[in-house]
């Protein structure tokens, strides 16, 4: 099916395309609007799985940049990690009920992130494909 045919569909059929893609892939669903992202960013950040291969994706966003040249406090004392406590991603974390790691792998990476924020890269966000998802914008 041509993804310009989505539109011709009936809401019923829409709304199960969209219950299938918060199975299959839960963050893009909250990169489709800011209407889904507020309607599912609970539910998506209930359970956060960190494995090595996620563990920067985990805090990025939540983290300044080493460049970043504002003072690194929270109106009591200094801290180690520079949060970005306005962030986005912040509000998102405060969903997380549980965090759970699936490898050794990701416990050092996380750890390690945490430790030396200041090697996140920046770059690592990768903007969400074009298609199929276009036509549940709002």
Known sequence: MDPSQLALLPEEVLSM???FLK???PSLVLR???QHYDKNVSDVYK???VSGKTAESVVLGAMRPSSDTQ???CGMHSHEVDVNWNSRKVTALTHVKKLEFVDAEG???FQSVLS????LEED???PPQRGIVDYFLI
């Open 17 to 19: 395309i969209l219950d």
């Open 23 to 25: 199975i299959l892939s």
């Open 32 to 34: 489709l609007s800011s």
């Open 47 to 49: 359970t956060v799985c």
């Open 71 to 73: 003072i690194r406090i």
């Open 107 to 109: 416990i050092v990476n």
């Open 116 to 119: 030396q924020p200041h090697e």
């Open 124 to 126: 690592m966000q990768v």
